[in-house]
């Protein structure tokens, strides 16, 4: 027998009854205020509510069917105040077309629900961790992105060297990541001048921070005046508000200094290190990682985008002390000039030597899978996909966890996928929260054991 299905559509103006919403609690306060209103109105006119409401009631049930008549009298009488409240909130808030109503009721269901998501702390910089951060929001509203003011070069340089402020190239890229849609203002964020004399090659979002920089004294209130314009998911900081600038000493010994000139060298990096040496970092930074339930290294350039921001002492201080679940996104490709050769365990290397701690992860995230066919620029420049070199870092007692991560574009160059990253990541963490769980449960069930054989 052939089993028949029905689908039951629910009408869209029903969604302002789904869950989580937090405004059927106040449907209710409004029904009674407006009951209590009117029945105070009543007596204040002498009109004697409650005999008259018992006489129309006592008539009613004589003459209707009392079923049909109470089913009717709900449904109507819901649905004309649900379309009035709507209605006049629709009025405040100035949506008359029918998409806006739409998207309003969307944008406040998906920002209600994600309030809940976990506490994440993304550190890095460049345009790893932006790419990052559009497929983590999804997940969370409570996202702090970490980013690097190591940055001397194009745009965000030019600012730092005429203007004295930190590097808005990075910053500016993780609030339009951030942002809660991709609309006007958003593409306005990330718009760069062709053309201009003192303007070509600027970013309006770069000339815009600084601007606002300019205007509240530091960087911090200006990322957050210019986070309320994008109204983004979550908040951008600064590692440091000192004048960090990179330098690197090299295999044969030499010093390079500045950022965009180390991946220049040719040569290649024993070590990083920051001018001034001992960089303080955002209280706000600190804060975060303390509070945080899982704390995301990378992706991103390893010593222009993610280690820079392990130099800061305390920030890799506070990393290892965390008890948050903790992993490294690995880069697909090696990097010419920063990873040549390098393996996912040289990436890891890396960073434990530069941070100075242990337990600064519990797992590597890498790439498993690439298409046939790759850009022949990546030969041309001596960039190779990144071996994952698993008995290297498992020794060190580190996971690993291995998936398809990339996105190919029309050149055939891969990148890192947004929503694969944030579903891999998302995976992840809800695995290890559900072993710790068991891990409790298994603990206490010992523990019983141990008390009932005691006694």
């Given at each position: 027998?052939k089993k028949i299905s029905y689908k039951i559509r629910m009408?869209?103006?029903?969604?302002?009854?789904?869950?989580?919403?937090?405004?059927?609690?106040?449907?209710?306060?409004?029904?009674?205020?407006?009951?209590?209103?009117?029945?105070?109105?009543?007596?204040?006119?002498?009109?004697?509510?409650?005999?008259?409401?018992?006489?129309?009631?006592?008539?009613?049930?004589?003459?209707?069917?009392?079923?049909?008549?109470?089913?009717?009298?709900?449904?109507?009488?819901?649905?004309?105040?649900?379309?009035?409240?709507?209605?006049?909130?629709?009025?405040?808030?100035?949506?008359?077309?029918?998409?806006?109503?739409?998207?309003?009721?969307?944008?406040?269901?998906?920002?209600?629900?994600?309030?809940?998501?976990?506490?994440?702390?993304?550190?890095?910089?460049?345009?790893?961790?932006?790419?990052?951060?559009?497929?983590?929001?999804?997940?969370?509203?409570?996202?702090?992105?970490?980013?690097?003011?190591?940055?001397?070069?194009?745009?965000?340089?030019?600012?730092?060297?005429?203007?004295?402020?930190?590097?808005?190239?990075?910053?500016?890229?993780?609030?339009?990541?951030?942002?809660?849609?991709?609309?006007?203002?958003?593409?306005?964020?990330?718009?760069?001048?062709?053309?201009?004399?003192?303007?070509?090659?600027?970013?309006?979002?770069?000339?815009?921070?600084?601007?606002?920089?300019?205007?509240?004294?530091?960087?911090?209130?200006?990322?957050?005046?210019?986070?309320?314009?994008?109204?983004?998911?979550?908040?951008?900081?600064?590692?440091?508000?000192?004048?960090?600038?990179?330098?690197?000493?090299?295999?044969?010994?030499?010093?390079?200094?500045?950022?965009?000139?180390?991946?220049?060298?040719?040569?290649?990096?024993?070590?990083?290190?920051?001018?001034?040496?001992?960089?303080?970092?955002?209280?706000?930074?600190?804060?975060?990682?303390?509070?945080?339930?899982?704390?995301?290294?990378?992706?991103?350039?390893?010593?222009?985008?993610?280690?820079?921001?392990?130099?800061?002492?305390?920030?890799?201080?506070?990393?290892?002390?965390?008890?948050?679940?903790?992993?490294?996104?690995?880069?697909?490709?090696?990097?010419?000039?920063?990873?040549?050769?390098?393996?996912?365990?040289?990436?890891?290397?890396?960073?434990?030597?530069?941070?100075?701690?242990?337990?600064?992860?519990?797992?590597?995230?890498?790439?498993?899978?690439?298409?046939?066919?790759?850009?022949p620029d990546y030969k041309n420049s001596n960039s190779y996909?990144?071996?994952?070199?698993?008995?290297?870092?498992?020794?060190?007692?580190?996971?690993?966890?291995?998936?398809?991560?990339?996105?190919?574009?029309?050149?055939?160059?891969?990148?890192?996928?947004?929503?694969?990253?944030?579903?891999?990541?998302?995976?992840?963490?809800?695995?290890?929260?559900k072993n710790k769980n068991n891990k409790v449960d298994s603990?206490?069930?010992?523990?019983?054991?141990?008390?009932?054989?005691?006694?």
């Amino acid at each position: 027998m052939k089993k028949i299905s029905y689908k039951i559509r629910m009408p869209k103006e029903a969604g302002w009854l789904l869950p989580g919403l937090q405004i059927k609690r106040w449907f209710g306060l409004i029904i009674l205020g407006t009951v209590v209103a009117l029945l105070g109105l009543c007596v204040i006119f002498n009109m004697k509510p409650v005999y008259f409401a018992v006489g129309m009631l006592k008539y009613i049930a004589v003459t209707v069917n009392q079923d049909l008549l109470g089913i009717i009298l709900v449904l109507v009488g819901a649905y004309v105040f649900l379309m009035g409240w709507k209605n006049t909130n629709y009025s405040i808030l100035d949506l008359t077309e029918e998409r806006d109503q739409h998207a309003l009721l969307e944008s406040l269901y998906k920002r209600r629900k994600l309030n809940y998501g976990p506490k994440i702390v993304a550190v890095g910089g460049g345009t790893g961790l932006s790419t990052m951060l559009k497929g983590i929001k999804k997940l969370t509203n409570n996202i702090t992105a970490v980013v690097t003011v190591g940055d001397d070069g194009g745009s965000s340089g030019r600012l730092r060297q005429e203007m004295g402020i930190l590097p808005p190239g990075d910053i500016r890229n993780c609030i339009a990541a951030l942002a809660d849609d991709e609309d006007l203002v958003t593409k306005l964020f990330q718009y760069r001048f062709k053309v201009g004399d003192g303007l070509e090659g600027h970013s309006f979002g770069n000339l815009f921070l600084t601007a606002l920089c300019s205007i509240t004294g530091n960087m911090v209130r200006a990322v957050q005046e210019s986070s309320k314009v994008l109204n983004i998911r979550g908040r951008v900081l600064p590692s440091t508000l000192d004048d960090m600038k990179l330098a690197a000493e090299m295999d044969d010994g030499s010093i390079v200094e500045g950022e965009s000139n180390i991946p220049e060298s040719g040569k290649k990096i024993k070590r990083l290190f920051t001018q001034p040496a001992n960089c303080k970092p955002l209280p706000e930074v600190i804060k975060a990682i303390k509070e945080a339930d899982l704390i995301i290294l990378g992706p991103g350039s390893l010593y222009t985008s993610v280690i820079p921001n392990l130099l800061i002492k305390d920030i890799s201080v506070a990393i290892s002390k965390s008890k948050a679940k903790k992993i490294y996104v690995c880069n697909i490709m090696t990097q010419p000039g920063e990873t040549t050769d390098y393996t996912a365990g040289d990436h890891v290397q890396a960073i434990l030597d530069h941070a100075g701690c242990s337990h600064m992860m519990d797992a590597v995230l890498v790439n498993n899978s690439l298409p046939e066919e790759l850009s022949p620029d990546y030969k041309n420049s001596n960039s190779y996909p990144v071996v994952v070199d698993t008995s290297v870092i498992k020794a060190k007692n580190i996971d690993i966890v291995s998936t398809r991560l990339y996105e190919e574009n029309e050149q055939k160059y891969v990148r890192h996928s947004p929503q694969r990253l944030a579903r891999a990541i998302s995976y992840w963490y809800k695995k290890q929260l559900k072993n710790k769980n068991n891990k409790v449960d298994s603990d206490k069930l010992h523990k019983s054991k141990r008390i009932i054989k005691e006694i």
